[in-house]
């Protein structure tokens, strides 16, 4: 695809995340002779992908991502402080890209905070850059794009809470699936049965509310005759706003991590 950004593209770290991009880039046309994949153990690259457990001492990357634990960015930075790409991205959560940018100099840097789905192009990807060079946000998007939903978040401030919602929402809704999946268990549902029961519902009920034209909380009492038994069990849901709450106080768990892990990158 001539629409990935020209020059080498070097992986630093390459786990979940991260090998989850890398493989959708190459399943839609990024050529794996312009990757090079380091990482301690020399094994997480895909194949026809460089791997290696040390930086190319005669090489440059015109790209540069950071795919490893944003715990690691201070023992990690000054091997790479020398590289000077035109590029550097950046999928560490909580750290900010006045942090990134004092350890390790590029032309431009930009934030991505994508999450798990886009690894089959249904993720989210949330971008942050405070370049003007219309050039860097072509690049960024011609690699996010292919991930999924890739918008630009304006205010960097905004970006822990776009992680808590989009970055760990994934595994919050997997949660929900299962919870859903046990509690048919318990009303006496075969384990594999309530599974494919959930999963199906949850998959519908996604696609049916992105393509709606009212929103999720006008879809769900639309669903929800007077005195049945959707109601019913929404009346319990709603008790309180027990389920707002609940959601409420797991984003905010994550987003005062995500600040935490920015207030250590600062120092």
Known sequence: MSGFPDGPIWLIGCGNMAGAML?????EGLDPAQVTVITRSGTRAPGGVRS??????????????????PQQLDDIAPTLSHLRPRLLLSILAGVEERALAERIPADAVVRMMPNLPVAIGQGVTA????SNDPAVRTAAEALARPLGLAPWIEDE???????ALAGCGPAFVFRFIDSIAQAGVALGLDPDLARQLALA????????????????????????S???????GLNVL?????????????????ERRNREMAAAARR
Not at 23 to 27: D, E, P
Not at 157 to 163: C, E, L, P
Not at 226 to 232: F, L, Q
């Open 127 to 130: 971008l942050f850059t405070r």
């Open 226 to 232: 007077p005195g049945g038994s959707t109601r019913e």
């Open 23 to 27: 493989r959708r880039w190459l399943s």
């Open 52 to 69: 290696l457990t040390a930086l190319p001492t005669d090489e440059r990357p015109a790209t540069l991502m950071l795919g490893f634990k």
């Open 157 to 163: 401030g905004q970006f822990d809470a776009v992680t």
């Open 238 to 254: 709603d008790a309180g706003d027990a389920l707002q709450r609940l959601m409420a106080d797991t984003l905010a768990a994550s």
């Open 201 to 224: 519902t949850v998959d519908g009920a996604g696609a049916m509310a992105i393509g709606a034209d009212a929103s999720p909380a006008v879809l769900a009492d639309r669903v929800a």
